[in-house]
């Protein structure tokens, strides 16, 4: 699949997001910052990423939270993950939100999520008036055991 990439601001420290590893999943996704954002325990931001993007339909891009920075540090992605549809053009912003007990600073250049392209499928709503029986049935948080 291609993605178009387009840098916000003309600026020659926007990093286009790549692949880390030969096998990786997700592309990392970088600050674009003016100053550094300090996030206080359970506080949350907003940080630009200095891009815009455009891929085919059928697709979304997800936001994903980077694993060590979640487990380091407790920062991770609060609508996780967060979703772009493939007719979205605007500036990829991301909400990270501290969930450790100190402060955490993003600096310009910081890797703060990830990107991963992933198919959708789009779904037929019919109107029904009875649903099929199911073992389950409406057992519902917690009803298939821990």
């Given at each position: 699949?291609?993605?178009?990439?387009?840098?916000?601001?003309?600026?020659?420290?926007?990093?286009?997001p790549?692949?880390?590893?030969e096998n990786?999943?997700?592309?990392?996704?970088k600050a674009?910052l003016?100053?550094?954002?300090?996030?206080p325990?359970?506080?949350r931001?907003?940080?630009?990423?200095g891009?815009?993007?455009e891929?085919?339909?059928?697709?979304e891009?997800?936001?994903?939270?980077r694993s060590?920075?979640a487990l380091?540090t407790g920062l991770t992605v609060l609508?996780?993950?967060?979703?772009?549809?493939?007719?979205y053009?605007?500036?990829?912003?991301i909400?990270?939100?501290n969930l450790?007990?100190?402060d955490?600073t993003?600096n310009d250049?910081?890797r703060?999520?990830q990107?991963?392209?992933?198919?959708i499928?789009r779904?037929q709503?019919?109107i029904?008036?009875?649903?099929s029986?199911?073992?389950r049935?409406s057992?519902g948080?917690?009803?298939?055991?821990?």
């Amino acid at each position: 699949m291609k993605v178009k990439v387009k840098i916000v601001k003309s600026h020659n420290r926007v990093e286009i997001p790549r692949y880390e590893s030969e096998n990786a999943s997700g592309m990392d996704l970088k600050a674009f910052l003016d100053t550094p954002v300090s996030i206080p325990p359970l506080g949350r931001v907003k940080i630009p990423t200095g891009i815009k993007i455009e891929f085919q339909k059928g697709y979304e891009a997800q936001i994903r939270p980077r694993s060590g920075l979640a487990l380091k540090t407790g920062l991770t992605v609060l609508n996780s993950p967060g979703t772009i549809d493939a007719d979205y053009r605007g500036d990829i912003e991301i909400i990270l939100i501290n969930l450790g007990d100190q402060d955490i600073t993003i600096n310009d250049g910081d890797r703060i999520a990830q990107l991963v392209f992933a198919p959708i499928c789009r779904a037929q709503i019919i109107i029904a008036d009875k649903l099929s029986q199911s073992i389950r049935g409406s057992g519902g948080f917690g009803s298939t055991g821990i």
